[in-house]
């Protein structure tokens, strides 16, 4: 098992784990008793930025609707409607080999779907969690675990991925936010 991880924590991923190039990024949830009438559908998403946390090119954003970046490093493997069943509902695989130099840092986020439309936030979404495996080996590095800190939050910058001299880094970041993926975008720098 890995190391698990605290919010604010930062662990390096290559220079720790050597021959570490193919990673895959698992995210997952559960819900809470509801009775909105809705399922909750989460969805993961990858912003691959600049030196100044900005997504220069709309396909350096990652999710449900384009799921690979023009160099190919990261995949989405497909969109989980319902999060059900256990280990990991959606998961992203990064190749660092084939990161561009101008892509700084990969944030992984989890928003909620229709969150307003349905009256749904991260205050109804327990056991969240982020891992990292060596796709080669399948051993997990590490974990982070969300914690139940959200209430009015319908997006979340789970963690980011980062370049420190030459070497790749994992940021426990969990960032809230209200407004949704449009929030994240703007966020981004990704016009809306």
Not at 36 to 44: E, H, K, P, S, V
Request: with cysteine; charged share 25%; proline share 2%.
């Amino acid at each position: 098992m890995g190391i698990n991880l605290s919010k604010g924590q930062r662990i390096d991923l290559t220079k720790t784990n050597p021959g570490l190039t193919k990673a895959i990024v698992g995210l997952g949830w559960d819900t809470n008793r509801y009775h909105g009438g809705f399922d909750f559908d989460l969805d993961a998403s990858a912003f691959l930025t600049d030196a100044n946390n900005q997504v220069v090119n709309d396909l350096d954003f990652v999710f449900y609707n384009n799921l690979k970046d023009p160099s190919g490093a990261v995949e989405h493997t497909g969109d989980n409607r319902t999060g059900e069943g256990d280990g990991d509902d959606e998961q992203i695989k990064i190749d660092f080999s084939k990161v561009p130099s101008h892509i700084h840092r990969i944030a992984i986020t989890v928003t909620i779907h229709d969150a307003e439309a349905r009256n749904q936030n991260f205050g109804q979404v327990s056991n969240a969690f982020v891992r990292v495996v060596d796709e080669e080996t399948g051993r997990e590095i590490l974990r982070f675990d969300l914690g139940e800190d959200f209430s009015v939050e319908t997006a979340v910058v789970i963690c980011e991925l980062y370049r420190h001299n030459g070497d790749w880094k994992f940021n426990a970041v969990g960032s809230g936010f209200a407004g949704g993926l449009a929030a994240l975008c703007r966020n981004f720098g990704l016009q809306v």
